[in-house]
């Protein structure tokens, strides 16, 4: 059914900022930049004639994008991630040699938010883009090529093994214990 996540889209309260970081900053490259017709901004968003959109599609590795929004105009501040509720929490980008990239992105004078976290022989860490939201950088390491070749294999066998008591939860509409 699904084969990958294919983009992640972002609204941004201002695009230049947002496309310094992550075109200049990250190296995304761009590919366009849409002004996405009155019919699609009605239909897809929800805003009226008035409301101009233009979005911008940047390509990340191996087919994935991201694509940023500019709304004109904008509704509403921005307002940092809260962990615990739900709805989405981060873009995670892929990267080889973590240390390496943070060395480059400390020059153009991006902070991190934590130390490099270690997790299941990955390292990673997160910064912010331009309006709060977090990114996180990870480096597989020696699980990258296994992951991209076996991790669908893996998954599948998971589901009768290592996590069939979970699925048939989920089969059966049974509450998750806290």
């Known amino acids: 059914m699904v084969r990958s996540l294919a983009q992640v889209g972002i609204t941004c309260s201002d695009i230049t900022k947002s496309l310094e970081f992550y075109h200049d900053v990250l190296g995304l490259p761009l590919l366009e930049a849409i002004d996405v017709p009155f019919d699609q901004r009605r239909d897809i968003y929800g805003v009226g004639e008035e409301t101009k959109v233009t979005l911008f599609l940047l390509r990340t590795g191996n087919g994935g994008f991201v694509e940023l929004f500019n709304f004109d105009p904008l509704v509403g501040p921005h307002q940092d991630v809260v962990w615990n509720r739900a709805g989405i929490t981060h873009l995670a980008l892929d990267v080889k040699n973590l240390p390496a990239v943070m ?73 998750f214990p806290v």
Do not use: H, S
Request: aromatic share 10%.
């Open 103 to 175: 060395k480059k992105l400390q020059e153009k004078g991006i902070k991190f938010v934590c130390p490099v976290k270690c997790n299941l022989g990955t390292d990673f860490i997160f910064t912010r883009d331009p309006d709060g939201n977090l990114v996180e950088l990870i480096d597989m390491k020696k699980l990258y090529w296994p992951a991209r070749i076996a991790g669908g294999l893996i998954a599948k066998m998971n589901t009768k093994t290592k996590y069939k008591d979970l699925y048939e939860r989920i089969k059966n509409k049974k509450p």
